[in-house]
C-alpha cells in the first residue's frame, strides 16, 4: 500500500509504522499488531472520512499515535475512525477539536476500542453527534462529563449498539437544542443506569427506540423530561426486560402520533 492513496492525506511528512520510517514515495506494511504514527508538513482542514481510500488497510491497525496531528484548523472529523475494528489503543490526547462542527460516525465501528480518552476534547461548536461511538462493541466505560453540547441538534444513534458499555458519564449534556434522540442508547445491552436529570428535551421530536434492547437497564428517571414536541415515541423501551419501575407521569403525548 502507498499512502499516497489515503484520502485528504497530500501533507504527510512520513508515516512511522512499528519502528519504520516510510516517506511519501514508499510502500508501506501494515500488520495488525502494527503502531502506526502520521507526521504532517502542514495543518490540516477537513477530516472527513479522512482514511476513506485505505480503510480496508486501516481495518489492520491496532494501535494509533496521533500526537503529532496539529488539528487546530480543523471543522470536520465526521467519520474519521470510521469502521477501524482491529482498533484496540487511539491516543488522541493532543487532539484540539475547538474549531469542530461535526463528529458524526467519528468512532462508528470502532468495534475493539478498549478504551477512550477524550478529556482534553473541546466540543462547544460541535452541532452533531449523531453514530458518534455506534458500534463501539466492547468500550465498557465511556466519560464525556467535559463535553459542552450546547448547540449539538443531533444525537440519533450517539450509543446504539455499544453492547459493553457499562459506565457512562453524559451528566453534564446541555441538550436543550437536540431534535432527535431516535435510539441514543439503543442494545447498550449491558448499561444499567444512566444519569439524564440534566438533560433538557423540550426541543426533541423523536425519541424512537430511545433505550430499546436496554436489556441491563434497571432504572433511569425521566421526570424532568419535556415531551410537549416529540411525535415519536414507538418502541422506546422495547425490549427493557430488566427495567424495575418507570415514572412517565410528567411526560406530554399530546403531540404523539406513534407510539408502536
Same mark, same amino acid.
Given at each position: 500500500m502507498n499512502f499516497n492513496t489515503f484520502y485528504y492525506l497530500?501533507?504527510?511528512?512520513?508515516?512511522?509504522?512499528?519502528?519504520?520510517?516510510?516517506?511519501? $514515495?514508499?510502500? !508501506?506494511?501494515? *500488520?495488525? /499488531?502494527?503502531?502506526?504514527?502520521?507526521?504532517?508538513?502542514?495543518?490540516?482542514?477537513?477530516?472527513?472520512?479522512?482514511?476513506?481510500?485505505?480503510?480496508y488497510h486501516c481495518r489492520k491497525i491496532t494501535s494509533m499515535d496521533l500526537s503529532h496531528f496539529d488539528t487546530s484548523l480543523v471543522t470536520n472529523m465526521s467519520h474519521l475512525f470510521y469502521e477501524f475494528n482491529n482498533l484496540q489503543v487511539l491516543d488522541l490526547t493532543n487532539f484540539n477539536t475547538s474549531l469542530v462542527t461535526d463528529m458524526s460516525y467519528m468512532f462508528f465501528q470502532c468495534?475493539?476500542?478498549?478504551?477512550?480518552?477524550?478529556?482534553?476534547? $473541546?466540543?462547544? !461548536?460541535?452541532? *452533531?453527534? /449523531?453514530?458518534?461511538?455506534?458500534?463501539?462493541?466492547?468500550l465498557q466505560s465511556l466519560d464525556l462529563s467535559n463535553f459542552n453540547t450546547s448547540l449539538v441538534t443531533n444525537m440519533t444513534r450517539m450509543f446504539g449498539n455499544a453492547n459493553f458499555l457499562i459506565i457512562l458519564n453524559i451528566s453534564n449534556f446541555n441538550t436543550s437544542l437536540v431534535t432527535d434522540m431516535s435510539y441514543l442508547f439503543s442494545s447498550c445491552s449491558f448499561l444499567q443506569s444512566v444519569d439524564l436529570t440534566n438533560f433538557k428535551t423540550s426541543a426533541v421530536t423523536t425519541m424512537s427506540s430511545m433505550f430499546s434492547a436496554?436489556?441491563?437497564?434497571?432504572?433511569?428517571? !425521566?421526570?424532568?423530561?419535556?415531551?410537549?414536541?416529540?411525535?415519536?415515541?414507538?418502541?422506546?423501551?422495547?425490549?427493557?426486560?430488566?427495567?424495575?419501575s418507570l415514572n412517565l407521569s410528567t411526560f406530554n403525548t399530546s403531540a404523539v402520533t406513534t407510539m408502536i
Open positions: 497530500k501533507n504527510i511528512n512520513y508515516i512511522k509504522v512499528g519502528d519504520q520510517n516510510y516517506s511519501s $514515495n514508499e510502500e !508501506l506494511s501494515v *500488520t495488525k /499488531s502494527d503502531k502506526v504514527e502520521i507526521h504532517f508538513n502542514e495543518v490540516a482542514t477537513n477530516l472527513y472520512y479522512f482514511f476513506k481510500d485505505s480503510k468495534s475493539s476500542l478498549l478504551s477512550l480518552n477524550l478529556s482534553n476534547f $473541546n466540543t462547544s !461548536l460541535v452541532t *452533531t453527534m /449523531s453514530f458518534m461511538f455506534n458500534q463501539c462493541g466492547i436496554c436489556m441491563s437497564l434497571q432504572s433511569v428517571d !425521566l421526570t424532568n423530561f419535556n415531551t410537549s414536541a416529540v411525535t415519536t415515541m414507538n418502541y422506546m423501551f422495547s425490549g427493557c426486560q430488566s427495567l424495575q
